[in-house]
Protein backbone atom coordinates (compact mmCIF):
# COMPACT_ATOMS: atom_id res chain seq x y z
CA UNK A 1 0.00 0.00 0.00
CA UNK A 2 1.34 3.43 -0.73
CA UNK A 3 0.50 6.54 1.59
CA UNK A 4 -1.72 9.44 0.25
CA UNK A 5 -1.98 12.64 1.35
CA UNK A 6 -4.38 15.07 -0.61
CA UNK A 7 -6.91 17.71 0.25
CA UNK A 8 -10.25 17.52 -1.51
CA UNK A 9 -13.89 18.36 -1.29
CA UNK A 10 -16.32 16.07 -0.19
CA UNK A 11 -18.48 13.88 -1.80
CA UNK A 12 -21.22 11.50 -0.42
CA UNK A 13 -21.38 10.37 2.95
CA UNK A 14 -22.46 6.78 4.04
CA UNK A 15 -23.04 8.28 7.23
CA UNK A 16 -21.04 7.10 10.77
CA UNK A 17 -21.66 2.96 11.11
CA UNK A 18 -20.73 0.53 13.62
CA UNK A 19 -18.96 -3.04 14.09
CA UNK A 20 -20.22 -5.65 15.82
CA UNK A 21 -17.60 -4.98 18.35
CA UNK A 22 -19.37 -1.13 18.83
CA UNK A 23 -16.15 0.57 16.76
CA UNK A 24 -17.15 4.01 14.87
CA UNK A 25 -16.73 3.99 11.38
CA UNK A 26 -17.33 6.50 8.78
CA UNK A 27 -17.03 6.25 5.10
CA UNK A 28 -17.15 8.93 2.50
CA UNK A 29 -16.00 10.03 -1.04
CA UNK A 30 -13.69 12.80 -1.75
CA UNK A 31 -12.98 14.58 -4.69
CA UNK A 32 -9.64 16.36 -5.55
CA UNK A 33 -9.28 18.75 -8.72
CA UNK A 34 -6.53 19.42 -9.90
CA UNK A 35 -5.44 22.88 -11.52
CA UNK A 36 -3.27 23.11 -14.65
CA UNK A 37 -2.24 26.05 -16.94
CA UNK A 38 -3.17 26.68 -20.16
CA UNK A 39 -1.15 27.84 -23.18
CA UNK A 40 -2.12 31.26 -22.78
CA UNK A 41 -0.96 30.90 -18.88
CA UNK A 42 -4.36 30.89 -17.32
CA UNK A 43 -5.11 28.64 -14.70
CA UNK A 44 -8.28 26.03 -15.68
CA UNK A 45 -9.68 22.71 -13.71
CA UNK A 46 -8.14 19.48 -14.82
CA UNK A 47 -9.57 16.56 -14.14
CA UNK A 48 -11.48 15.11 -11.24
CA UNK A 49 -9.97 12.63 -8.88
CA UNK A 50 -12.31 10.64 -6.23
CA UNK A 51 -11.33 9.25 -3.72
CA UNK A 52 -13.23 6.03 -1.25
CA UNK A 53 -12.43 7.57 2.63
CA UNK A 54 -12.81 5.01 5.49
CA UNK A 55 -11.81 6.38 9.15
CA UNK A 56 -12.08 4.47 12.02
CA UNK A 57 -12.59 5.02 15.95
CA UNK A 58 -13.02 8.61 18.24
CA UNK A 59 -11.89 10.67 15.03
CA UNK A 60 -14.67 9.18 12.64
CA UNK A 61 -17.51 10.26 14.92
CA UNK A 62 -16.16 13.83 15.76
CA UNK A 63 -15.45 14.25 11.74
CA UNK A 64 -18.71 12.74 11.16
CA UNK A 65 -20.20 15.81 14.03
CA UNK A 66 -17.98 18.63 12.18
CA UNK A 67 -19.47 17.59 9.04
CA UNK A 68 -22.99 17.19 9.73
CA UNK A 69 -22.10 21.05 11.26
CA UNK A 70 -21.83 22.30 8.23
CA UNK A 71 -24.28 20.44 6.01
CA UNK A 72 -22.53 17.50 4.49
CA UNK A 73 -20.15 19.77 2.98
CA UNK A 74 -16.57 21.16 3.76
CA UNK A 75 -13.11 20.28 2.52
CA UNK A 76 -11.10 17.72 3.40
CA UNK A 77 -7.28 16.64 4.18
CA UNK A 78 -6.84 13.27 4.36
CA UNK A 79 -3.63 11.38 5.01
CA UNK A 80 -3.69 7.28 4.66
CA UNK A 81 -2.85 3.99 3.08
CA UNK A 82 -4.09 4.15 -0.15
CA UNK A 83 -5.19 1.05 -2.33
CA UNK A 84 -6.74 0.79 -5.52
CA UNK A 85 -9.17 -2.04 -6.57
CA UNK A 86 -10.95 -3.01 -9.78
CA UNK A 87 -14.62 -3.68 -9.79
CA UNK A 88 -17.66 -4.17 -12.59
CA UNK A 89 -20.31 -2.01 -12.91
CA UNK A 90 -22.95 -2.18 -15.77
CA UNK A 91 -20.43 -4.56 -17.82
CA UNK A 92 -17.52 -2.02 -17.97
CA UNK A 93 -14.58 -2.26 -15.99
CA UNK A 94 -13.87 0.39 -13.29
CA UNK A 95 -10.99 1.28 -10.55
CA UNK A 96 -11.48 2.53 -7.60
CA UNK A 97 -9.05 4.78 -5.42
CA UNK A 98 -9.85 3.57 -1.32
CA UNK A 99 -7.67 5.24 1.33
CA UNK A 100 -8.10 4.01 5.19
CA UNK A 101 -7.40 7.36 6.94
CA UNK A 102 -4.81 7.59 9.35
CA UNK A 103 -6.14 11.77 9.98
CA UNK A 104 -8.01 13.43 8.16
CA UNK A 105 -9.10 17.38 9.19
CA UNK A 106 -12.03 19.31 8.07
CA UNK A 107 -10.69 23.19 6.55
CA UNK A 108 -12.32 26.03 8.46
CA UNK A 109 -14.92 27.78 5.91
CA UNK A 110 -14.12 31.20 5.56
CA UNK A 111 -17.28 33.55 6.40
CA UNK A 112 -16.33 35.90 3.50
CA UNK A 113 -15.76 33.40 0.44
CA UNK A 114 -17.80 34.45 -2.29
CA UNK A 115 -17.66 38.30 -1.58
CA UNK A 116 -14.51 39.06 -3.02
CA UNK A 117 -11.96 40.26 -0.15
CA UNK A 118 -10.76 38.82 2.62
CA UNK A 119 -12.04 39.70 5.66
CA UNK A 120 -9.24 41.81 7.95
CA UNK A 121 -8.82 41.27 11.89
CA UNK A 122 -7.68 43.85 14.33
CA UNK A 123 -4.42 43.69 15.32
CA UNK A 124 -5.35 42.88 18.81
CA UNK A 125 -7.12 39.63 17.86
CA UNK A 126 -4.26 38.84 15.20
CA UNK A 127 -1.96 36.76 17.37
CA UNK A 128 0.84 37.51 14.60
CA UNK A 129 0.43 41.07 14.55
CA UNK A 130 2.72 41.68 17.16
CA UNK A 131 6.04 38.80 16.17
CA UNK A 132 8.84 40.57 16.01
CA UNK A 133 9.89 41.70 12.56
CA UNK A 134 13.47 40.96 13.10
CA UNK A 135 14.64 37.24 13.97
CA UNK A 136 15.95 36.66 17.53
CA UNK A 137 19.60 35.95 15.97
CA UNK A 138 19.27 38.89 14.29
CA UNK A 139 19.34 41.48 16.90
CA UNK A 140 22.37 40.32 19.38
CA UNK A 141 26.00 40.72 19.20
CA UNK A 142 25.83 37.45 16.27
CA UNK A 143 23.86 38.94 13.69
CA UNK A 144 24.38 35.52 11.89
CA UNK A 145 21.53 32.98 11.74
CA UNK A 146 22.68 29.68 14.05
CA UNK A 147 22.75 27.23 11.50
Keep these: ?????????????QGLKF?????PRLSFSAAET???????GQYVDGGTTWFNVTLFGYT?????????AQGGKGKVIVTGRMSTREYEHN???RESLDVVADSV????RNPQQGQG????QPAQQNQWAAAP????????PDKEPPF
Design 1 to 13: MSTITFTGNIGKS
Design 19 to 23: SNDGK
Design 34 to 40: ARVKDQS
Design 60 to 68: AEALDAQIA
Design 91 to 93: GEK
Design 105 to 108: GLVP
Design 117 to 120: QQAQ
Design 133 to 140: QQPAWGNG
